[in-house]
Nanobody, 123 residues
Framework: QVELVDSGGGSVQDGGSLRLSCVVS????????MAWYRQAPGKEREFVSV???????SYADAVKGRFTSSRDNAKATLYLQMNNLKPEDTAMYYC?????????????????WGQGTQVTVSS
């Protein structure tokens, strides 16, 4: 019903910038939040940022002040602008859509993940 396609990763040097995109297709009757996660080899997947269903924005402490998440509803796209990238930001980045339960409109909430896009930051 829903597909997420994330892209925009690449290789940059310390201090560089990248802009990730997550294009959403399909349909849902649910309210939902949209988030970015990342996972480095051998480590747990960690939260990066989230756009709440109420429009709220939250960021992990590690990326505050450097990353900015935004939404373009007309293009059905979630973005993550990453500035001043550091080697510790190197990871596979994943877009996530989380549907929120509602008795009438969302009785079977689901979680959808993009396929991931690799970000590599070299010193």
């Amino acid at each position: 019903q829903v597909e997420l396609v994330d892209s925009g990763g690449g290789s940059v040097q310390d201090g560089g910038s990248l802009r990730l995109s997550c294009v959403v297709s399909g349909h849902t009757t649910c309210r939902y939040d949209m988030a970015w996660y990342r996972q480095a080899p051998g480590k747990e997947r960690e939260f990066v940022s989230v756009f709440g269903s109420d429009g709220s924005l939250s960021y992990a402490d590690a990326v505050k002040g450097r990353f900015t998440s935004s939404r373009d509803n007309a293009k059905a796209t979630l973005y993550l602008q990453m500035n001043n990238l550091k080697p510790e930001d190197t990871a596979m980045y994943y877009c996530k859509m989380r549907e929120i339960y509602d008795t009438v409109f969302c009785v079977r909430p689901k979680i959808w993940w993009g396929q991931g896009t690799q970000v590599t930051v070299s010193s």
